[in-house]
């Protein structure tokens, strides 16, 4: 009867954290270029309840006598599809259609990496430079910062679908300028440790990212575009309900056994 209570206890533990899953996805629905996590469950140990694999005549039995110990969050995967596309006012604001990740240099020097492109235009000593809000340069495909001398009028700078960042010529059509936006491709997305902000980090199970242009990856990058977060409120809602059944019907299960382990301590030889 013990192993009842534990077993159901793992189970309302594992649909906390479900549920903490589910509330944050809920609360980045508005965020631009997240992407929606999911809990997966995996079941603990089982207990063999009898060894000997033949009956009382040395047949052998069919099945075994096993009993399983419970549940828990085996990983928490996130789910890298596309984004809805929305247009934005933002002079430098850029979408991803397609694989790969912007590259954001950190202030300690490492790169993050986000699907995040809202991006600004900053004032530096030299010039002017392309950032993330938070004023963090963008790496470019030789994997530096994007700077630009103060002559380029900042209002005419553009990036075409390649990444290239354009300026108008004399004659007033737009010129790629040497610069390009890199995107950066992991063979294992899934295994990215996430940071604050949108970004992700580098991990050994992400293994080591390659820089690409747009091109070569089959991308797209929209100008006057940001991409969606990829969560679909229904499905949230849905698996909300899921776990708060589960969670209730484990609590069940827990009653349950204390009633009977009760009733067992009550009996009168």
């Not at 075994?64 to 599809?81: E, N, Y």
């Not at 993050?112 to 600004?120: D, E, I, V």
């Not at 354009?166 to 940071?195: C, M």
Request: aromatic content about 8%; proline content about 3%.
């Amino acid at each position: 009867m013990m192993r009842s209570l534990w077993t159901a206890a793992s189970g309302m533990i594992g649909q906390q954290s479900n549920l903490d899953v589910i509330a944050n996805n809920l609360s980045n629905i508005s965020t631009t270029g997240y992407k929606t996590q999911a809990a997966n469950f995996k079941s603990l140990i089982y207990q063999t309840m009898q060894k000997k694999t033949t009956t009382t005549t040395g047949e052998p039995k069919p099945v075994g006598a096993q009993v399983g110990l419970g549940t828990r969050i085996g990983s928490i995967s996130s789910d890298f599809t596309q984004g809805a596309m929305n247009a934005s006012n933002g002079a430098f604001d850029y979408a991803i259609q397609g694989e790969g990740f912007f590259m954001v240099q950190l202030e300690d020097g490492t790169t993050a990496y986000t699907r995040n492109g809202h991006f600004n235009m900053s004032v530096t000593t030299t010039g002017i430079a392309l950032t993330d809000s938070n004023g963090r340069p963008v790496l470019d495909t030789n994997g530096q910062p994007i700077n630009l001398t103060g002559d380029y009028i900042t209002s005419k700078i553009g990036v075409d679908q390649r990444g290239n960042l354009t300026y108008p010529d004399a004659t007033g059509n737009q010129r790629t300028i040497g610069v390009q936006i890199a995107l950066a491709y992991f063979p294992n997305a899934g295994g990215l440790t996430k940071g604050s902000e949108s970004n992700y980090l580098e991990s050994d199970a992400s293994g080591v990212p390659t820089t690409y242009t747009a091109d070569q990856l089959g991308s797209i990058i929209k100008s006057g575009y940001l991409e969606a977060s990829n969560v679909q409120a229904a499905d949230e809602m849905v698996n909300m309900i899921i776990a708060q059944r589960a969670y209730e019907m484990n609590s069940k299960a827990i009653i349950a056994s204390d009633e009977m382990l009760q009733q067992a301590n009550n009996l009168r030889s």
